[in-house]
């Protein structure tokens, strides 16, 4: 009996622990999931108008953040539940043909508060290249 005294807080603050750890993982893929879809986008962003002979295209930096920020609003509108979490792009980085979008988010803990951490942070990094054109070959 004694055991279960002393076991049963220590079980308490496993669950607690636990549950916020939950919560940290379903931000961490929310923020995956909203950075490669960011990432596509943005990476579709084609600027036509500057395509030369040698590069079929050439990336558009103003339309791949606007793509990047729409595709991140779309994503929060099929979620509306989700209202512990917010996810913004921190940045959207364009190096020739490839696009790196930074994704920020930040959740509310359940029981965390106990413990002095009030909210969860993370961060998703994703890369993507554009790799379809216009051929001049054809």
């Not at 940290?24 to 600027?47: E, F």
């Not at 951490?117 to 998703?124: D, S």
């Amino acid at each position: 009996m004694l055991a279960f005294i002393v076991l049963f807080p220590v079980f308490i603050i496993c669950l607690f622990i636990s549950t916020d750890m939950g919560r940290l993982l379903v931000l961490k893929n929310q923020l995956r999931i909203a950075a490669d879809s960011a990432a596509l986008a943005a990476a579709g962003a084609l600027h036509l108008e500057e395509a030369t002979q040698n590069q079929n295209f050439i990336l558009h930096p103003y339309w791949a953040r606007e793509r990047a920020l729409d595709s991140i609003a779309q994503m929060k509108g099929k979620i509306p539940e989700d209202d512990w979490m917010q996810y913004d792009v921190t940045a959207v980085i364009i190096d020739g043909l490839e696009v790196t979008v930074i994704v920020d988010g930040k959740g509310e803990t359940i029981f965390g508060g106990y413990l002095g951490i009030n909210t969860l942070k993370a961060r998703a990094i994703s890369h993507a290249r554009a790799a379809v054109g216009i051929d001049s070959e054809w």
